[in-house]
């Protein structure tokens, strides 16, 4: 009997032992799968809010999130990719090839990689490697059509044209209707000096879309070059007309115009040429050429003082402005200048006669003499020197051409080229916006104080106002300005972060904890960890849900992850109801809050609801007249309603307020 009991008891522990095994064993692979798929969450978060940031084209934010999740799991493509991705748009071609590299590493058979390295390799003038990454792209998707328009396009830089035509020839026969191969054959025949086989081409093409403003700037180019004005400024009114903020259209039209007599068109050319390009060198070198062709010599000063400023170096651009100070009556700056050309060039005879009538009114007679005496020479034995040739301002000159005898004659390019542009869309599949984001961005709160033009002094909100009172870790702003970050403000506020957890977790004041998390949200929305952001709110709002402060940043935090998702194809109605639904909460308990009116115009807005953005923007004004952000909107949302002479009057109020931008936009639909 005592062996039956020992046996069962033994029996009994055996169980226990086998049951304990099985319950640590079931747990630890619970806990493993849980970890493993939290952490897969985790990563695959990170990479969402790096494509976010990516979106908002806060590019360093969005390689620091990335970095993350390289160093969680290297082994993954997509951070590397899309770390790519930021790089290209940082202009740091190298840094997205190799980031490529290491995505085809990983994952060789995804076509976007060998696309963003193709473009990657063209921006550093590898058009051979470039080659290679579009052809193993095709061999994946060989329908991609944006494949091979690239590949053409580098076989063209190659100078490598019987193999561009080839694959031109196959383009054309899977897509006869794509009017770009044809622009790219007369690209080729340019480049080959066979203009006839070119015009045909160009013609094919604008039979087939007459709509591309591209093709037509580029047809020009050959009447340009065949001397064709009247027929190059036809094109070119075509090709302004679809591209109306296309600069070098101008520059070309202006000089097709000045060759037909038409100095007051040209001048209209080259005004809007620099409005669209401030920067242009030869729209300030030529409109200073024409203004001291009409006697405006001031004003033509002001344009070679430009020049001057881009090239210190331009010896033509110098003598121009020393005949304007001249005659000006500005003798001594003239001299200056005539000195500068004279000592770059002693045999430009011309330089010298002009210094010497400056001498001469200025009284001094000895190196007046000098300067004579040395021209005399010159045409003394001008079978050594040449002859002086007669200057002619209806020509013209090459720009990288020196001479300075040509010093009036107006500057044209060396080579005129079409445009080629390389098919990318990576801005599209990044940045694709289905909202209208021309309007000025919505209110939130913010750790930094706005750094604006547009306000002097900082926007003022009771709520906010009462929980700076309460001594938070950091002092509330409103603030509408969603900057790019850098590395060293980003880094502050992921620190700022860790330490508010830190405190959250070990305070034992409720209050404290409340408020730190209310800090903390609003730290996640500056680095767009929105969704981290919306966490904290949700839980503030479950202690407190009369907190306007809480709804209206979770509003715009919602608000900021719809435009992203609408930029993927999601459906985002019922999203955008929930921050409508914030919006109108904090609106009960806060209806006097412009900014909140304000952001509620901008939702209605975006939904094309134009009535209602228009009442609650007229609503926010009442209450903050000087808000040139409500003005701006509210003009935008007239002009889309077709009443333009409302709209341009708000957007010249909001002009008035400090917001310049709306000047732009007051000329272009005052045009239309």
């Known amino acids: 009997m005592r062996s039956v009991v020992s046996f069962v008891s033994f029996f009994d522990s055996q169980n226990k032992r086998c049951w304990l095994r099985r319950f640590v064993t079931t747990l630890f692979t619970f806990t493993f799968s849980l970890l493993t798929s939290l952490a897969q969450y985790n990563i695959d978060r990170l990479v969402t809010i790096g494509r976010s940031a990516l979106y908002f084209e806060d590019y360093v934010l969005s390689m620091q999130y990335f970095n993350q999740a390289i160093t969680a799991k290297p082994y993954l493509y997509e951070p590397w990719f899309f770390r790519g991705v ?3 748009y940082l202009d740091d071609y190298a840094g997205a090839e190799s980031d490529c590299t290491e995505a085809i590493k990983r994952n060789p058979y995804v076509v976007s990689l060998y696309e963003l390295r193709g473009l990657s390799r063209i921006q550093q003038k590898k058009f051979g490697d470039a080659i290679e990454d579009y052809t193993r792209a095709l061999k994946y998707d060989p329908e991609n059509r944006n494949l091979w328009h690239n590949r053409v396009l580098c076989h063209i830089q190659n100078e490598e044209y019987p193999e561009a035509l080839a694959e031109l020839d196959t383009i054309q026969q899977r897509w006869s209707q794509f009017a770009r191969a044809y622009n790219m054959r007369a690209d080729v025949y340019m480049q080959m000096k066979d203009t006839t086989q070119a015009i ?5 093409s604008l039979r087939i879309d007459p709509y591309d403003g591209q093709t037509w700037a580029a047809r020009s180019i050959i009447s340009l070059s065949r001397e064709e004005w009247d027929s190059a400024e036809v094109q070119l009114n075509h090709a302004i007309h679809l591209m109306p903020e296309h600069a070098g259209c101008h520059i070309n039209r202006a000089l097709a115009r000045f060759n037909q007599n038409n100095l007051r068109g040209a001048m209209a050319d080259y005004d809007m040429a620099l409005d669209l390009e401030p920067n242009n060198f030869l729209g300030h070198y030529n409109r200073g050429l024409l203004r001291a062709q009409v006697g405006d010599d001031n004003r033509a000063i002001t344009d070679f003082d430009f020049v001057l400023r881009l090239e210190p170096d331009n010896m033509l651009a110098l003598f121009n402005r020393a005949v304007l100070l001249d005659k000006t009556g500005d003798l001594r700056a003239a001299i200056r200048d005539y000195s500068k050309v004279i000592d770059e060039f002693p045999n430009f005879w011309t330089g010298l006669e002009f210094r010497a009538g400056c001498y001469r009114r200025l009284g001094m007679t000895k190196q007046a003499e000098q300067d004579e005496f040395t021209v005399y020479k010159a045409r ?10 007669r200057l002619d301002p209806s020509q013209m000159r090459k720009r990288s051409d020196e001479d300075v005898e040509k010093y009036n004659q107006l500057v044209v390019e060396d080579e005129q080229e079409p445009e080629r542009e390389y098919q990318n869309d990576y801005r599209g599949k990044v940045q694709n916006r289905k909202v209208d984001m ?22 003022f909100d009771r709520q906010v106002d009462d929980l ?12 509408n300005i969603h900057g790019a970050t850098d590395n060293q403000s980003s ?6 972060i860790d330490s508010l957890t830190t405190t959250i977790q070990r305070s034992t004041d409720t209050q404290q904890a409340v408020r730190l998390l209310l800090v903390r949200a609003i730290a996640y929305s500056a680095i767009q960890n929105y969704e981290a952001a919306i966490e904290d709110l949700s839980t503030y709002l479950h202690i407190d849900s009369t907190s306007v402060v809480a709804l209206w940043q979770r509003a715009v935090c919602q608000s900021r992850i719809n435009q992203f998702q609408a930029s993927e194809g999601t459906n985002i109605d019922l999203k955008t109801a929930n921050v409508l639904g914030d919006l109108n909460h904090a609106l009960v308990l806060s209806p006097q809050n412009a900014w909140l009116l304000y952001n509620r115009g901008n939702i209605r807005a ?3 609801e134009y009535r209602q953005a228009i009442d609650d923007y007229t609503a926010a004004l009442q209450i903050e007249p000087a808000l040139a952000e409500a003005y701006y909107n509210r003009g935008l949302c007239h002009i889309n309603e077709g009443r333009q002479a409302e709209g341009v009057a708000d957007l010249s109020k909001a002009g008035e307020q400090g917001l310049y931008t709306a000047y732009s ?8």
Request: aromatic content about 14%; glycine content about 2%; hydrophobic content about 30%.
């Open 468 to 479: 700076n009172q309460q001594k938070l870790a950091r002092t509330l702003y409103i603030n």
């Open 380 to 389: 003394l034995y001008k079978h050594l020197f040449g002859t002086q040739p």
């Open 665 to 672: 936009l007051i000329k272009k639909y005052q045009k239309k």
């Open 200 to 204: 045909e081409a160009f013609s094919q």
């Open 438 to 459: 021309d309007y000025q961005p919505m209110f939130a709160l913010s750790l930094e104080p706005p750094r604006s033009d547009v306000r002097q002094n900082v926007a």
């Open 491 to 496: 880094n502050q506020y992921f620190q700022l």
């Open 86 to 88: 930021a790089k290209y």
């Open 606 to 608: 975006q939904r094309h």
